[in-house]
């Protein structure tokens, strides 16, 4: 015989012996388990804390079957009974059942949740003793299983109900969870033509119920994303082990919101259709997610980046619920339908797919999402853009530059801290574009417009926040540019809290003192409490505002309710209605009727933009202004796009500009002179944009100051400073 046959019959019976059900549902358990310390270990020190619990758990569980075995010995000496129910436990082999049961619960769990944890081993450990007790009677598993589960459910329930009570919750748990499935258990086994439930089995029958209702009770914890509508069904390709789809959701620790990417108007069952919880924006998402279609080659991909759901307030619930935190972010989101619908009418090799990523209220998510999309880019196609950002703070920086790495591009309508670098962009790296001046410039224009004869004082209100590389460069920023004047008269301060606030703001006093709020827009209501509180009657002598309380300005009920009747002047975030080139106001004007149910135009209503009239144009004064947002949210006429939609849609006309028909390094990243929609200067030629080596040449949004007189008349604004700041 040839020996190599004599070595193949071995080989052979050894593969043989591997096709065994017990073998093989051995060796899977092996594998898994291998997999779940391979995990572990890469957790660093909690991932050994964890080993060391579940093998302290393991040996635990080991010493109560060899204690449990050698009572069953015992009994099995004294009685008949009980002899008979050691030799099923003892003789009859349930490493099968086991084992199915362990890896069919880490499996489901792991492909819900995306993640494995300790508490899934455990809980899987425990059904598995569980199963093991029962017998290999599938039946009465069957049986005591779907009888635990029912009850574990009505516990579960029960609780629900009498939520406010912990002695109510204690009562419904004691007495749905123990006595009533022993009670009914023998009625249930007799219709089933079972033998009668011995003492082990009801025993058996309470643990399972209790455990059944725990994982009920703590689902917020095991299930998030099921449980919150956080849940995207993982898909996957036979090749490579990477989801194959865009659309994927998680849950926040505290699982109140959900955060991630969308890119679907159908998600799935358990999947949110939208973020936040103001119809408005959900709408505008939901039509945004129906105009997506399947990406082909040479589709442009756009992943806006921002914020659209909050944390509401103690003292006002409704926060969050009615769209009054987000419209600077509705402005983004319908500059990009209108793009999506100018491509589909434009052009046919080519189409607008949009994927909407929230990071929560300001941007915390940002890093998370940013490894999202780096995840899933190989099915984003290979023209891939992210616009956006939200805010300027520690995790945005850290996740732009995660993004960069990736060769991934990124346009900031909206960023413009200089922390590390004064006057330079938020992240002074090739492949990101921002489109406004840094802050130092904000800072200069404001110092440039100040004028009083014998100098003044300028007081900058913000609270101090190490994270916010907005609020704090633009503090710095402010003091530094004063000191660079070298003026003994001009001088300034940080003020750090609303009560360092004082009367000498307000027109009584000696030396004029300008106060400058640097802060973000969420405090600037308390702000403008602080200045009533502290003027009284008066009124304060001059207030200055950044660019973040032009997302104030922009929401007519936050004006309304602001209780000021004096001016405030304001920095904005892009241009104005006015500035448009006659060309770009009849494409976006278009959209405006395209997308009536989404921009508040009624039907068979023009629309035109109330800043182009000659007498608008002269004085400056916008009278009963309505931004395409506030008709949506209020009943008045839609005459103004608002200055951030502007912004977000030059941003993709220039993202489709730069970036070539396949994936190219961001240091080859260029455009040469791209028309874009705006006339800044008024000689009838579009603004232009030019990208050299993946750096934006020219900023492209101008610095520009509007006012409002009196600020809680939201009908009034005047596109310009006001007469004190006119000066340049």
């Not at 009943?635 to 396949?662: E, H, K, Q, S």
Request: overall charge negative.
């Amino acid at each position: 015989m040839d020996d190599s046959s004599v070595m193949g019959e071995p080989m052979s019976g050894f593969m043989r012996s591997l096709l065994a059900p017990d073998v093989a549902l051995r060796l899977a358990a092996v594998l898994l388990a291998g997999l779940i310390v391979v995990q572990s270990l890469f957790a660093g020190v909690s991932g050994i804390g964890s080993i060391v619990l579940v093998l302290a758990s393991a040996a635990l569980f080991w010493a109560l079957v060899r204690l449990a075995a050698r009572l069953r010995v015992l009994l099995a000496e004294s009685s008949p009974e009980a002899s008979r129910l050691t030799s099923r436990l003892v003789s009859r082999s349930r490493a099968r059942l086991a084992a199915v049961l362990a890896i069919l619960v880490l499996v489901v769990h792991t492909a819900i949740t995306g993640y494995l944890s300790v508490w899934t081993i455990l809980v899987a450990l425990a059904l598995a003793a569980v199963a093991t007790l029962l017998s290999p009677d599938l039946k009465l598993v069957a049986v005591l299983g779907g009888t635990a589960a029912v009850f574990g459910a009505a516990t579960v329930f029960l609780a629900d109900i009498f939520q406010g009570s912990t002695e109510a919750r204690a009562l419904a748990v004691s007495l749905a969870a123990i006595v009533l499935p022993v009670l009914v258990s023998d009625r249930i086994v007799a219709t089933v033509r079972q033998p009668a439930l011995t003492t082990t089995h009801h025993a058996i029958l309470a643990v399972l119920t209790l455990l059944i209702g725990f994982l009920g009770w703590s689902r917020s914890e095991w299930l998030p994303g099921v449980t919150h509508g956080c849940y995207t069904l993982p898909t996957w390709t036979w090749s490579l082990p990477v989801s194959t789809g865009i659309t994927t959701l998680r849950a926040t620790p505290d699982g109140r919101r959900c955060y991630g990417l969308l890119d679907t108007a159908e998600p799935g069952v358990f999947a949110a259709r939208a973020f936040g919880r103001d119809p408005d924006t959900i709408a505008l998402q939901r039509r945004i997610l129906e105009l997506n279609e399947p990406l082909k080659d040479g589709d442009l991909t756009v992943v806006w980046l921002g914020a659209l759901s909050c944390d509401p307030l103690p003292a006002d619930p409704a926060r969050c619920a009615d769209g009054r935190d987000y419209p600077s972010e509705r402005d983004q989101l319908r500059a990009l339908m209108f793009a999506q619908t100018h491509f589909l009418a434009t052009y046919d090799e080519k189409r607008l797919h949009v994927v909407i990523a929230d990071a929560t209220q300001d941007v915390a998510h940002a890093d998370d999402v940013a490894r999202m999309i780096i995840a899933r880019r190989d099915v984003l196609g290979d023209r891939l853009v992210v616009i956006g950002g939200g805010d300027s703070r520690d995790v945005t920086q850290r996740a732009i530059n995660r993004l960069l790495d990736a060769q991934i591009p990124f346009i900031a309508p909206n960023l413009l801290a200089d922390l590390g670098e004064p006057d330079a962009p938020f992240v002074n790296r090739p492949g990101y574009l921002q489109l406004a001046d840094a802050n130092r410039a904000y800072a200069k224009d404001v110092i440039d417009r100040l004028s009083f004869p014998g100098g003044y004082r300028l007081d900058v209100y913000a609270v101090p926040n190490p994270t916010d590389q907005y609020t704090t460069s633009l503090v710095n920023d402010l003091l530094a540019v004063v000191k660079d004047l070298a003026d003994p008269a001009v001088t300034a301060r940080h003020v750090t809290a609303l009560d360092r606030i004082d009367a000498s703001v307000c027109r009584d006093g000696d030396v004029p003192t300008v106060l400058y709020f640097a802060d973000r827009w969420t405090r600037f209501a308390e702000f403008v409490q602080r200045v009533n509180e502290v003027c009284g009657h008066a009124r304060p002598r001059l207030v200055i505002a950044d660019v973040s309380v032009s997302r104030f300005m922009a929401n007519n009920q936050l004006r309304a309710v602001s209780n000021a009747d004096w001016p405030v002047d304001y920095h904005v975030g892009g241009p104005s209605c006015a500035q448009l080139t006659p060309g770009a106001l009849k494409i976006i004007t278009d959209q405006v009727y395209a997308s009536r149910d989404w921009t508040g135009l009624a039907e068979n209503e023009p629309f035109g933009c109330a800043d182009r009239d000659p007498a608008a144009t002269e004085t400056g004064e916008l009278l009963d202004a309505c931004p395409l947002d506030a008709a949506v949210k209020l009943d008045c006429r839609p005459n103004d796009l608002g200055t951030y939609l502007i912004p977000a849609w030059d941003a993709v006309f220039l993202a489709d500009a730069m970036l070539p028909p396949g994936r190219a390094p961001l240091t080859d990243l260029r455009v040469t002179a791209l028309p874009l929609s705006t006339d800044n200067d008024g000689d009838g030629r579009a603004d232009e944009a030019s990208v050299e080596r993946g750096r934006l040449l020219t900023p492209t949004i101008q610095i520009r100051m509007w006012h409002a007189d009196p600020l809680n008349d939201p009908r009034r604004v005047y596109e310009r400073p006001s007469d004190a700041l006119l000066t340049k």
